[in-house]
């Protein structure tokens, strides 16, 4: 009876998340964020019978899954991208519920709650959902194979509660990390992981079926590369070589520094304190091998973070989200741990008034970052502002009129893909002219230009672009503004 009151709130709880997302994405438009636009335009290429245009000047690392997803949200036509936005406001809501599934499965259920609420209520991982970003829905598979797991475990181990991680029913967790590992490269470690964690005890013809499972996804992701670039490894070399274009960090050097600044950042430093405690509190009591699975999604995105350096990769804080989470959980366990304690245990008392205190800091904390949702607020604002004055302006008639004298150029990579996106245009119809030397930029066509200290900063300026591709070229006169966006054009002759 219990167990169905609990299942009740719980879905309960999981609809009014739902709900909450739902009202969030109708009453507050948000647009994706330039990446999710290229895989919206690389599925409409699929759609259309042509090859997604991953070679295009600064395009981002293509993720397989991420643009069958798209090309499907693509059937809906103009509104995909906002369609796409509400698939990672939901799997926001999957990734907490999956969290909550794993935390309690490992911790109890009130180690579960603050588990989940550390991740749901975490500034990064609602911007990502409301950009779009291919992160959301990768962790979400990732928690949700973590939990399935570790219940198929409890379930195994009866009415003792004892969470197993040996035994049969493993596929379906496979099959989750399969998917993660086509949505990114860090799902292939997690496959690869539990692969050989699933090994022993099967027979040889499992056993070859599970580390084909794991091989599957950087296998399709290299196929994908291999068909429409010619060049397995195009995503690995692509990505390398735009990080050092755009001037971002990377290297082994910046791992240290940007591992410590980036978890605090996006777990919140209370919180990734907790989770550093919860790892020591729960191995001492617990031991490390009830708690395979959480310290394998720790030292697994680690591990992959330093890789990243190691290949020369881009270091970004989207590149810790697995270790964040696994903090998330550990972090529950250090609040709420006590609550698993018998009443005479001898760390019961001051771990109750500790979890107390950790209480009242978290909510002075949450107080003082009160900011950071109007933070979040102010950046939702401007990207609505840049998407409308974008759209409008390409709508105008004498924008559109002007197309035939030439491509459409903006003056860096930001917003060309939105660009591709609202016309249905391919690769060479919209250009960035930072891609070009100054000498060889169009001298035809309509150029786009950013005014205004914030979109000049934001996306004139992009990434140390040269200024003087954000100021109009000889020939080009005044068409058309919307906002903070000018249209000039140039129609005459060939040069």
Request: positive net charge; proline residues 7%; glycine residues 12%.
């Amino acid at each position: 009876m219990a167990a169905r009151r609990c299942g009740r709130v719980e879905t309960a709880v999981v609809a009014v998340g739902v709900l909450a997302v739902v009202g969030l994405w109708l009453a507050v438009p948000t647009f994706p964020n330039y990446d999710a636009y290229y895989h919206l335009v690389w599925g409409r290429e699929l759609l259309d019978g042509r090859a997604p245009s991953f070679e295009a000047y600064a395009a981002p690392t293509q993720h397989p899954l991420y643009i069958a997803v798209a090309a499907v949200v693509g059937l809906l036509g103009t509104g995909a991208d906002r369609a796409l936005v509400a698939v990672t406001l939901l799997a926001l809501v999957a990734l907490t519920w999956g969290t909550w599934r794993t935390a309690r499965a490992l911790f109890g259920p009130w180690a579960g709650a603050l588990a989940a609420l550390f991740v749901g209520s975490s500034f990064a991982f609602l911007l990502y959902a409301v950009r779009a970003y291919v992160d959301v829905p990768f962790l979400a598979l990732v928690l949700w194979a973590a939990a399935w797991e570790l219940e198929r475990g409890r379930d195994e181990a009866g009415a003792a509660g004892t969470v197993a991680v040996r035994g049969g029913g493993r596929l379906g967790p496979m099959l989750l990390l399969v998917a993660a590992g086509l949505l990114r490269p860090e799902g292939w470690v997690l496959a690869g992981l539990y692969a050989l964690w699933s090994l022993p005890g099967r027979s040889w013809g499992r056993r070859a079926a599970f580390l084909a499972l794991a091989a599957t996804p950087p296998l399709l992701w290299a196929a994908v590369d291999l068909a429409v670039t010619g060049n397995p490894l195009y995503s690995l070399n692509a990505t390398s070589e735009l990080a050092d274009e755009l001037g971002r960090p990377r290297g082994l050097a910046e791992v240290p520094g940007s591992f410590v600044a980036f978890v605090t950042d996006v777990a919140r430093p209370p919180v990734a304190l907790a989770g550093v405690l919860g790892v020591a509190l729960a191995v001492r009591l617990l031991g490390w091998r009830r708690l395979v699975v959480p310290l394998a999604l720790l030292v697994a995105g680690a591990v992959t973070f330093v890789g990243t350096g190691l290949a020369g990769l881009s270091i970004l804080p989207r590149y810790l989200t697995v270790p964040v989470v696994a903090l998330c959980l550990f972090a529950g366990y250090a609040v709420a741990g006590f609550t698993t304690l018998p009443g005479g245990h001898p760390w019961y008392t001051r771990w109750r008034n500790g979890a107390l205190g950790a209480v009242v800091v978290g909510a002075i904390f949450f107080v003082v970052q009160l900011p950071s949702f109007g933070r979040l607020g102010d950046e939702v604002a401007f990207v609505q502002g840049i998407n409308r004055d974008l759209e409008a302006l390409l709508a105008a008639p004498a924008v559109a009129q002007a197309g035939g004298c030439g491509p459409l150029s903006l003056p860096n990579y930001r917003l060309v893909p939105d660009a591709r996106w609202l016309l249905d245009a391919p690769a060479q119809q919209v250009v960035a002219r930072a891609s070009f030397a100054r000498a060889d930029r169009p001298q035809r066509g309509v150029a786009i230009f950013y005014v205004g200290e914030q979109p000049l900063e934001r996306y004139g300026f992009a990434d140390g672009a040269d200024r003087l591709a954000n100021v109009p070229g000889p020939g080009f006169t005044p068409l058309e503004r919307a906002g903070t966006l000018r249209a000039y054009v140039s129609c005459g002759p060939q040069p």
